[in-house]
């Protein structure tokens, strides 16, 4: 057991320290101690004084929580930000967003796309979000260059897409990406079959048989709009969910995305594979998808997540928005105002999204042993006080411009809200270019 003798690198002093596991907890006049990008030491200040830490860090009117997890995306979709809104979901796909796709995506917009969303991700307390788009290698390397944690789903679709001229293709890239990143320390490499409706019932066998094989995850599209669910019913005679269990995918390492429809039957199919369930609130709200019933998942014992979509349906990459989101959702959805309260939606933001992303060991809570995936709060400003609690002030009255610092495997990434490892002029002004460029050739 660590003790107040225990060297450390780096000290960290807030108000309040949240560590979300023990549930419920808010520690104040508490310390952090960090040694190797792990967390060695917790306890209270008095202890954490007598300690000899290379560097001691004082963090006034701040709240110390896990790094947000943001389980569900499509990153180099930021510089579609805003391209095509208020249209409804099959509509903004089928006639806007492919066809933009088709013509835009290559290596060179996925690495700029991909560079802007981990700088906004960073500066709302993002330390580790799941990507699921195209040219996944490029994506890779940009986390990797970015200190970032991510899941990067290699996306597997019946038809060509950028980057993958058939699914065989598709697949190869997936299983070499893999092996690649297998003993990665921040990046976990899944597939991403997109959706019941566009693969087919051999492709998906084929990518359950892969998973299998390998041990990976399977983060998909699921249940995302009524139309989805009724199509299915009347082509296939079966719930998409019930076909994904007949195919075997499902299970604890299946992330089920979206799933605002949910019948009993489902319900009951999710409980008992173990399945995660990823929330995009915001996404389904803009697109009229429906609404995910978060607090009766919740209840039964399945695991919610939460994820922001892409930006060019949501159209920012807040988790700590989204999560706002999320906790006034599910209140109206339930019927009830103590559905999803504050301290349980910031786990569903952070330890629930490493449990969907099977990296609970690693991250999502702190605890000792843990990476030091962490994020300082500024709860000090006049928006927010008084301070009774300081997670409740946290989701229902802050806003992500409260993040000041963020740590990744114990390496400052965001200090004083200022990138460490990116220039974020040059990112405005890439994106800016790419949307000039985008424009001139839509309008």
């Known amino acids: 057991m660590p003790t107040a003798s225990t060297p450390v ?11 979300v596991e023990p549930a419920g907890v808010v520690l104040r006049e508490h ?25 001691t860090r004082e963090l006034p009117g701040m709240l110390l929580a896990p790094g947000l997890i943001n389980a569900h995306g499509h990153a180099a979709m930021t510089l579609f930000r805003g391209m095509a809104d208020d249209l409804p979901l099959m509509t903004w796909l089928q006639e806007h967003i492919w066809p933009a796709e088709s013509r835009w995506v290559d290596e060179a917009f996925v690495r700029d796309g991909t560079d802007l969303a981990i700088a906004e991700q960073l500066k709302g307390g993002v330390t580790c979000f799941s990507d699921m788009y195209f040219y996944p290698k490029v994506a890779a390397e940009r986390v990797h260059d970015s200190g970032m944690r991510a899941q990067i789903c290699v996306p597997v679709l019946d038809f060509p897409v950028p980057g993958a001229r058939n699914i065989d293709e598709a697949l190869h890239v997936g299983i070499e990406l893999f ?19 566009t693969v087919n019932d051999e492709n998906l066998e084929r990518v359950r048989v892969i998973a299998d094989e390998l041990d990976a ?12 669910v009724q199509q299915s019913v009347e082509q296939r005679q079966e719930r998409p969910l019930a076909r994904l269990q007949r195919l075997g995918l499902l299970g604890p390492r299946f992330q089920a995305v979206h799933m605002t429809q949910i019948s009993n039957e489902d319900l009951a199919l999710l409980v008992e594979s173990n399945t995660s369930v990823i929330h995009c609130p915001e996404s389904n709200l803009k697109l009229a998808s429906g609404f995910c019933p978060v607090e009766r998942l919740w209840q039964a014992g399945v695991n919610v997540a939460v994820g922001t979509d892409g930006a060019a349906s949501n159209n920012d990459l807040d988790l700590l928005g989204e999560t706002r989101t999320a906790a006034l959702l599910a209140k109206a959805v339930a019927g009830s105002a103590s559905a999803l309260d504050a301290h349980r939606a910031l786990r569903m933001a952070t330890l629930n999204g490493a449990r969907a992303l099977g990296i609970e060991q690693q991250t999502g809570s702190l605890e000792l ?3 030091a995936d962490l994020v300082a709060f500024d709860l000090s400003g006049l928006a927010v006080q008084p301070v009774y609690d300081p997670v409740s002030q946290l989701i229902y009255a802050s806003g992500r411009d409260c993040v000041r610092h963020v740590w990744v495997a114990g390496k400052p990434l965001l200090e004083d809200r200022r990138l460490t490892r990116m220039d974020e002029q040059a990112l405005c002004a890439s994106a800016m270019a790419w949307g000039r460029r985008i424009a001139d050739r839509t309008q």
């Open 9 to 19: 690198d780096l000290l960290l002093l807030p108000d309040w320290l949240v560590p």
């Open 31 to 55: 310390g952090i101690g960090i040694r190797d990008g792990c967390i060695v030491w917790i306890g209270p200040r008095t202890d954490a004084l007598r300690l000899s830490p290379t560097e």
């Open 217 to 228: 995850m399977i983060h998909m599209h699921v249940h995302e709009t009524a139309f989805e």
């Open 369 to 371: 042993g843990k990476a």
């Open 179 to 197: 092996n690649d990143l297998l003993h990665h320390p921040r990046i976990n490499v899944a597939f991403g079959p997109h959706a019941p409706y």
